[in-house]
């Protein structure tokens, strides 16, 4: 049996999701073998430092550009090669819309939001968030072939010694994997995207207006972080729409989040729940975000940020 996980890439290079989904993949798998599939990648091999022993390398610029129904098929087609009974995708937007047809593909059981290890082989039991990260379940997933989708940033890297083979698989497409096709814009490229950071920075409201992003930027910069903010701020155009965090934006699992000038509003706290630590510097004693925070800072934004920043320039 083999343990088997979509490693996605990005302009030829893995995502750190992909090497999130391989160090699941080789403690699911225990002694037998993880295999990889990857798409467009320009070394294939680096997958081995996460526990991958064989990758099956797809070279096609039919799949330069993410294609949920071509990918699907790929990954059943690379699932039936090598028998495998497990398969291990992030939970990224992308996943999050391939996972559902892979396993219509596969008559496999899927189980998204997986938050840590299986709880038990046998029967295979996982452990998901639900209710944004408020609470979470048991699901035991009793199918032959079970999905695992692995929320970001929920069981780390870790890293492996060892070798992959590298071996080139040409999947068979039909012309209807190709029937819907999703154009992607990407306004924020040399920027540390919300999804793939460790540390994220993110303005609110009480920052007053896009002029004053100059220190949250700043702070971004020093810590190689990435920049967010809350709904009313890409609403109002002060930053771009992909910068909106919450329950109606992009989820936040980074290691740190640090909020500037956010009331801490129920939306805005569904989104950032799984961040590990988190920060917030407001100027109202009162706000609900100190009652969700790890570490809060009363006072004024435009005070203290750039004395933290020449602080953290220090280090
Ligand atoms: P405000 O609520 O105006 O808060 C600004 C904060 O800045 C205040 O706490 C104030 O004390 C502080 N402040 C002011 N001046 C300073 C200063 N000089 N220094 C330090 N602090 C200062 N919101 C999201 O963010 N994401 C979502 O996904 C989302 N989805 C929503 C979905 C629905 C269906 C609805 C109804 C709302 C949603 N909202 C969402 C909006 C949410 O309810 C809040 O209105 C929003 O999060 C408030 O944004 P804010 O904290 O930036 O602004």
Known sequence: MSVLVYTETEDGKFKKAAFEVASYAKEVAGGDEVVAVSFNATDASELAKYGVSKVLNIQNDKLSKFNAEAYADALKQAAQKEGSKIVVVSQSANSKYLAPLLAVHLNAGYASNVMAAPESTD???????AFTNKAFNFTKITTDVKIVGLSQNAFGLKENEGDASVEDFSPELKD???????????KAKDKVTIADAEVVVSGGRGLKGPENWGMIEEMADILGAATACSKPVSDMGWRPHSEHVGQTGK?????????????????????????KTKVVINNDPEAPFFKAADYGVVGDAFEIVPKLNEKLKEF
């Open 176 to 186: 209807g994997d190709f029937s819907v096709n999703v154009e992607s814009v990407d």
């Open 251 to 275: 989820p936040v699992a980074s290691n740190l989040y640090i909020a500037v000038g956010i009331s801490g509003a129920i939306q805005h706290l569904a989104g950032i729940n799984a961040a």
């Open 123 to 129: 029967p295979f039991t996982v452990k998901r968030s």
